[in-house]
């Protein structure tokens, strides 16, 4: 064995390269290699249905456990529940599954773990809830809301409410017991219940720490009041919302007409456009550096739901998906953004026959109000060659395009005669092609794209290798 794989620090950063699978491989080579391994196998643990355990399966489950865990069904085949567990002092995150289990097999476990804390260093804890879900008593989630937790996800599914706020509840009462959350997910199938609404507020007002929010909810729901709970959190940096397609979140523009998220820096909205176009407007500007937004529903060209972009003058990240065409009006007001560095524009379904273009004015524009441009994705708009000569004439900073290429056979000849010679731009290193109907030979527009980009390593076809792209 390679004397790197005695140095711990090195070893272990291979090894964090590795997916679940290949960690528990290397964990069966030998001894040294075990103990390198161990703690990242250990580090994220999903425990599936664990609340099926009863006191009679107990060597055999964690028998079972140990063997998907550490690959080794020899070793373990006679380790008792505690040993089996011993490792779980290297656990950071582990995902618990609850569901189709009833109240005393929860009972029957808690007398069989390990005495507290099962978990010393867990830091994020992930409830996955079914219906039919135990009812969870105060001591049953002693094992995993401990004072080192600082991440909560839940993701409660259609059926199991009473669940989800029982965990919501415990979490606000724990706030006197030490938990200090830094992050806080919630996904809710069910929809608007406005008892699970009040709950996430009291916890964001328990939680005052919260640098993370991410709430998801399968059905209309009222956001305004989980916004202006939101707007307490002096810390919070990334704020994360989605509602369905005819959903506006209970917001519009007469509901809230003052900014009060004023410490966000990222920005992830889903939903319908009205309910985007309220919220962009809740958003203090000043230290927003990233905003995705998926727009649900038909777009209308002229309803500027995205006129508010021109106030977040520091922002470096702009993605903007729809269900059909994005207007490019939508765009524009992204103009005043100068400092932007990435450019990520596209559709989920064509609402129109036909391509779009920009004229090369439109590209004028776009250059010097973007200097700093490196990334930028138009799955909206049609290039041809020429308009990519444009594109690099002008974008001196661009490292990675993707862009729809079209060329008629006309146009093909035309070009391949006249051969308009660009300054050779040396920023480019991946061009990614969407899609493409031209009539010339990809190879020979590659090897033409080479001489604008000199540091082009390779042409993409939909983000794979393509041979036909190749020289």
Not at 20 to 28: H, L, N, Y
Not at 264 to 274: Q, S
Not at 422 to 434: F, Y
Request: charged share 25%.
């Amino acid at each position: 064995m390679h004397e790197l794989w005695t140095i711990p620090e090195l070893a272990q950063q291979i090894i964090k390269l590795l997916g679940d699978r290949d960690r528990r491989s290397v964990a069966q080579v030998c001894r040294t290699l075990w103990l390198q391994a161990l703690p990242l196998v250990w580090e994220d643990i999903s425990f599936k249905d664990i609340v099926r355990l009863s006191p009679d399966h107990a060597t055999k489950a964690s028998a079972e456990s140990h063997t998907q865990l550490l690959g080794s069904d020899q070793a373990s085949r006679d380790v008792g529940w505690e040993r089996a567990l011993l490792h779980t002092l290297h656990t950071a995150r582990t995902t618990v599954v609850l569901g189709g289990c009833s109240l005393p097999l929860v009972h029957e476990l808690l007398s069989n773990l390990p005495p507290p804390p099962l978990f010393p260093a867990l830091r994020a804890a992930f409830f996955v809830l079914y219906p039919g879900a135990w009812l969870p008593i105060p001591e049953s989630l002693d094992v995993f809301l401990t004072p080192t937790v600082s991440e909560v996800f839940i993701d409660a599914h259609l059926g199991c409410g009473d669940f989800g706020k029982a965990i919501l509840v415990e979490i606000v009462n724990r706030k006197a017991q030490g938990l200090q959350l830094s992050s806080f997910r919630f996904t809710n199938s069910f929809g608007d219940e406005p008892e699970v609404i009040s709950l996430i507020s009291d916890v964001l007002r328990a939680h005052r720490g919260i640098q993370t929010l991410d709430l998801k909810f399968g059905q209309d729901v009222d956001f305004r009041r989980l916004i202006e709970s939101a707007a307490q959190l002096p810390d919070l940096q990334h704020l994360c919302l989605t509602t369905p397609n005819n959903s506006i979140g209970g917001l519009g523009a007469h509901n809230i007409a003052q900014e009060l998220l004023l410490q966000v820096e990222t920005l992830d909205i889903t939903g319908h456009a009205t309910m985007v176009k309220a919220i962009l407007a809740l958003v203090g500007p000043a230290k927003v550096k990233r905003i995705s937004v998926k727009m649900r529903g038909y777009v209308a060209p002229s309803a500027n739901h995205l006129g508010s972009l021109n106030r977040f003058i520091n922002l470096r990240e702009l993605q903007i998906i729809s269900d059909w065409e994005v207007p490019w009006p939508e765009v524009r007001p992204a103009l005043e953004c100068k400092k932007l560095e990435s450019l990520l524009v596209s559709c989920e379904r064509r609402w129109t026959d036909g391509d779009r273009t920009l004229p090369e004015t439109e590209l004028e524009v776009m250059s010097e109000a973007w200097p700093h441009l490196q990334e930028m994705l138009l799955g909206e708009i049609t290039f041809d060659l020429e308009k990519l000569g444009a594109i690099a004439s002008r974008f001196r900073n661009l490292k990675k395009l993707s862009v729809n290429l079209r060329m008629t056979a006309d146009a093909a000849l035309d070009y391949a005669q006249s051969q308009k010679k660009i300054i050779p731009n040396e920023s480019l290193e991946e061009l990614v092609v969407l899609s493409s109907a031209v009539w010339l030979e990809p190879k020979l527009i590659a090897a033409t794209l080479r001489t604008w980009w000199p540091r082009l390593a390779e042409v993409k076809e939909n983000n794979s290798r393509s041979d036909v792209w190749s020289e």
